[in-house]
């Protein structure tokens, strides 16, 4: 059954907080990822198509979303066992709100990841705008207390700035989904299938307020400017296979919700209204990104305004709409697994360095070969170098952009690209190759270490799939990204 896809990893994340056994806490979380692996491969054999009830189902846009989110947990299951072991002799203590758990802090990190992968399941296969809006906030409860893992005082302030902004923004979503309530006269079902088919008797006035608030709330969890005030300071606190999920994952079910109220404008005949919205919001959020970039001292917190970059190209692509939108589906999955790689390299670099300063570590491809490779990797596959995927999508957006006729939005697309390449190029290029400044900053004792395999096999594998998509897409593999845009309406 479908709903299994959340009930399974729901039920090992409760047990992973009263079983004891560090071992099999771990166990839980392999079982959790492998089991999520091929209950949505099973998913994909047998074809996406919504459910008979109101409630779930999987649509092309929502198994997208859910292959995303599987894949990238599984790469982060196998780092986290060999994270955790490492730092097993570590004696911290974490609370959920107030609640403190008396068992170890890892078990509620594991529960915690577990839940997460659920909550975040949840979203993807949620027909209903308030089922979709519950899961939202779920995601928000159970992966606050991952942020502050560590319980060092920047880490719990992240926390705390996470749940109060994204807290605020999913109020302003609950208020959208009354707007559309009210759209439909209080006939209409909030389920996606009756909103769509019944669009045209919707009250347009309530439908773009209902847009207007959902994009504002879902935008802050989307981390969308200028309502991404709690990003960079999450993205940077957290342990690093903490960032990978919330970028790579969480970023993508916020968007989710976007792009379901943007299908449904657009089955009402206001998708240029949604759409222009989400065009301006898209380039806004690009060109913050930039600013932020330019001098950046903190790699792991240019890590987080690279995904505010890239929101707003998801977001500009789709609201071009057609082969632009197209493209924003492939750049969903490009995006994701590509910072996971650049936030689990991040974490091997700051256990190596001891150091987020970016003046702090310097000849990385020396001190530690693997980990060089790869975040020289990352850098040219975020920014949008070939060969790598996210190349390919952002030209698909860009040749979508031009059919449209939108030159002068492709002109600041490029733009802004341009500048975001440029300055991380002057942070990432000297971490790689540069010489210390002084023997403080080189590590000696790590030199030529050769990295663990649970770091190396997750991240090489993360890169041969970006890798591979840049080289060839498979006829089925475009066609499916196509028909998740079609999901949008308007194509």
Same mark, same amino acid.
């Given at each position: 059954?479908?709903?299994?896809?959340?009930?399974?990893?729901?039920?090992?994340?409760?047990?992973?907080?009263?079983?004891?056994?560090k071992g099999v806490r771990r166990g839980f979380l392999m079982i959790g990822a492998i089991s999520h692996g091929i209950m949505t491969m099973v998913q994909a054999l047998q074809k996406a198509h919504p459910a008979a009830g109101i409630w779930i189902g999987l649509d092309a846009a929502g198994l997208l979303f859910l292959s995303i989110t599987s894949l990238l947990f599984l790469a982060v299951a196998v780092y986290t066992?060999?994270?955790?072991?490492?730092?097993?002799?570590?004696?911290?203590?974490?609370?959920?709100?107030?609640?403190?758990?008396?068992?170890?802090?890892?078990?509620?990190?594991?529960?915690?990841?577990?839940?997460?992968?659920?909550?975040?399941?949840?979203?993807?296969?949620?027909?209903?705008?308030?089922?979709?809006?519950?899961?939202?906030?779920?995601?928000?409860?159970?992966?606050?207390?991952?942020?502050?893992?560590?319980?060092?005082?920047?880490?719990?302030?992240?926390?705390?700035?996470?749940?109060?902004?994204?807290?605020?923004?999913?109020?302003?979503?609950?208020?959208?989904?009354?707007?559309?309530?009210?759209?439909?006269?209080?006939?209409?079902?909030?389920?996606?299938?009756?909103?769509?088919?019944?669009?045209?008797?919707?009250?347009?006035?309530?439908?773009?307020?209902?847009?207007?608030?959902?994009?504002?709330?879902?935008?802050?969890?989307?981390?969308?400017?200028?309502?991404?005030?709690?990003?960079?300071?999450?993205?940077?606190?957290?342990?690093?296979?903490?960032?990978?999920?919330?970028?790579?994952?969480?970023?993508?079910?916020?968007?989710?919700?976007?792009?379901?109220?943007?299908?449904?404008?657009? /089955?009402?005949?206001? !998708?240029? @209204?949604?759409? $222009?919205?989400?065009?301006?919001? %898209? +380039?806004?959020?690009?060109?913050?990104? *930039?600013?932020?970039?330019?001098?950046?001292?903190?790699?792991?917190?240019?890590?987080?305004?690279?995904?505010?970059?890239?929101?707003?190209?998801?977001?500009?692509?789709?609201?071009?709409?057609?082969?632009?939108?197209?493209?924003?589906?492939?750049?969903?999955?490009?995006?994701?697994?590509?910072?996971?790689?650049?936030?689990?390299?991040?974490?091997?670099?700051?256990?190596?360095?001891?150091?987020?300063?970016?003046?702090?570590?310097?000849?990385?491809?020396?001190?530690?070969?693997?980990?060089?490779?790869?975040?020289?990797?990352?850098?040219?596959?975020?920014?949008? /170098?070939?060969?790598? !995927?996210? @190349?390919?999508? $952002?030209?698909?957006?860009?040749? %979508? +952009?031009?059919?449209?006729?939108?030159? *002068?939005?492709?002109?600041?697309?490029?733009?802004?690209?341009?500048?975001?390449?440029?300055?991380?190029?002057?942070?990432?290029?000297?971490?790689?190759?540069?010489?210390?400044?002084?023997?403080?900053?080189?590590?000696?004792?790590?030199?030529?270490?050769?990295?663990?395999?649970?770091?190396?096999?997750?991240?090489?594998?993360?890169?041969?799939?970006?890798?591979?998509?840049?080289?060839?897409?498979?006829?089925?593999?475009?066609?499916?990204?196509?028909?998740?845009?079609?999901?949008?309406?308007?194509?």
């Amino acid at each position: 059954m479908l709903i299994s896809i959340v009930l399974i990893p729901l039920a090992l994340g409760l047990l992973a907080l009263v079983i004891p056994g560090k071992g099999v806490r771990r166990g839980f979380l392999m079982i959790g990822a492998i089991s999520h692996g091929i209950m949505t491969m099973v998913q994909a054999l047998q074809k996406a198509h919504p459910a008979a009830g109101i409630w779930i189902g999987l649509d092309a846009a929502g198994l997208l979303f859910l292959s995303i989110t599987s894949l990238l947990f599984l790469a982060v299951a196998v780092y986290t066992v060999g994270y955790l072991g490492r730092d097993s002799d570590r004696k911290v203590r974490d609370s959920v709100e107030g609640f403190l758990f008396q068992n170890e802090p890892e078990a509620v990190f594991i529960s915690c990841l577990l839940l997460f992968l659920s909550s975040m399941s949840m979203v993807c296969i949620s027909r209903d705008m308030g089922l979709l809006w519950v899961a939202v906030e779920a995601t928000t409860l159970v992966s606050a207390p991952l942020i502050s893992f560590h319980s060092h005082h920047r880490s719990l302030e992240a926390r705390w700035k996470y749940l109060l902004i994204c807290s605020v923004g999913i109020a302003v979503a609950l208020l959208g989904n009354y707007f559309l309530a009210f759209a439909g006269h209080g006939k209409t079902h909030l389920n996606l299938d009756n909103l769509i088919k019944g669009a045209a008797t919707l009250d347009h006035a309530w439908l773009k307020a209902a847009f207007l608030m959902l994009l504002v709330g879902y935008g802050t969890k989307m981390g969308m400017a200028p309502m991404h005030t709690w990003l960079p300071d999450a993205h940077s606190e957290s342990p690093s296979m903490v960032s990978a999920l919330l970028s790579g994952a969480l970023l993508n079910c916020a968007f989710l919700g976007i792009f379901r109220a943007h299908s449904v404008l657009s /089955a009402a005949g206001l !998708g240029v @209204f949604s759409g $222009e919205l989400l065009v301006f919001f %898209g +380039m806004f959020s690009m060109a913050v990104a *930039a600013a932020f970039m330019i001098r950046q001292t903190d790699y792991k917190r240019m890590l987080a305004y690279s995904s505010i970059e890239h929101m707003g190209i998801m977001a500009l692509g789709l609201g071009i709409g057609g082969l632009a939108a197209t493209g924003a589906m492939f750049h969903a999955l490009n995006h994701s697994m590509t910072k996971g790689v650049l936030f689990l390299v991040s974490g091997q670099m700051l256990f190596t360095y001891g150091s987020k300063k970016t003046e702090n570590v310097r000849h990385v491809i020396n001190t530690t070969p693997l980990t060089g490779i790869l975040w020289l990797s990352g850098f040219l596959a975020i920014t949008g /170098a070939p060969p790598f !995927g996210p @190349f390919m999508s $952002e030209v698909t957006i860009l040749k %979508g +952009m031009l059919q449209s006729g939108r030159w *002068a939005v492709a002109a600041g697309y490029l733009l802004v690209l341009g500048i975001i390449f440029i300055a991380m190029a002057r942070i990432v290029i000297p971490m790689a190759f540069g010489l210390p400044e002084s023997n403080e900053t080189f590590v000696p004792s790590l030199a030529n270490k050769r990295e663990p395999l649970w770091f190396a096999v997750p991240a090489m594998a993360l890169v041969a799939v970006i890798l591979a998509l840049g080289l060839y897409i498979p006829g089925f593999v475009w066609d499916f990204f196509g028909q998740a845009a079609a999901v949008a309406g308007g194509f």
